[in-house]
């Protein structure tokens, strides 16, 4: 199975410090190393996720998301607010056919993943 790995932080203290995105690397590196996984790319990102222009301001996102679509991969993300906590975008991608699996939560299903974007968003407003 092909994937392609993304890594985001918020805030360039997070990026600085190295923690969260390190943290991320190594969740998602342990994941794919229980199975028969070729690793296609990495993508890391430092930029927030807010707004109606969410994707427009992640560059290495789209990057991502366009290697896993060429070549049918699967975008592996160690926790789904790290792609986003908005639904509204979180559907989009699945109505979109991008196949993405959040390694905190691998069998999630499309109920699941809707139900978590929900809660992430909330997350978001309470921050």
């Given at each position: 199975?092909?994937?392609?790995?993304?890594?985001?932080?918020?805030?360039?203290?997070?990026?600085?410090?190295?923690?969260?995105?390190?943290?991320?690397?190594?969740?998602?590196?342990?994941?794919?190393?229980?199975?028969?996984?070729?690793?296609?790319?990495?993508?890391?990102?430092?930029?927030?996720?807010?707004?109606?222009?969410?994707?427009?301001?992640?560059?290495?996102?789209?990057?991502?998301?366009?290697?896993?679509?060429?070549?049918?991969?699967?975008?592996?993300?160690?926790?789904?607010?790290?792609?986003?906590?908005?639904?509204?975008f979180i559907t989009g991608l699945i109505e979109a056919g991008v196949n993405f699996t959040a390694v905190?939560?691998?069998?999630?299903?499309?109920?699941?993943?809707?139900?978590?974007?929900?809660?992430?968003?909330?997350?978001?407003?309470?921050?």
């Amino acid at each position: 199975m092909k994937a392609v790995a993304y890594y985001r932080v918020s805030t360039a203290e997070q990026g600085r410090s190295g923690l969260g995105l390190d943290a991320q690397r190594e969740a998602v590196h342990h994941y794919l190393n229980g199975g028969e996984w070729s690793l296609l790319g990495e993508f890391t990102e430092v930029e927030t996720g807010k707004g109606s222009n969410a994707l427009a301001k992640r560059p290495a996102l789209s990057d991502a998301l366009a290697l896993a679509k060429k070549h049918k991969a699967t975008l592996i993300i160690a926790k789904m607010d790290r792609l986003s906590r908005n639904v509204h975008f979180i559907t989009g991608l699945i109505e979109a056919g991008v196949n993405f699996t959040a390694v905190d939560n691998p069998s999630a299903n499309k109920l699941t993943v809707h139900i978590l974007a929900a809660v992430a968003e909330a997350e978001r407003d309470a921050i």
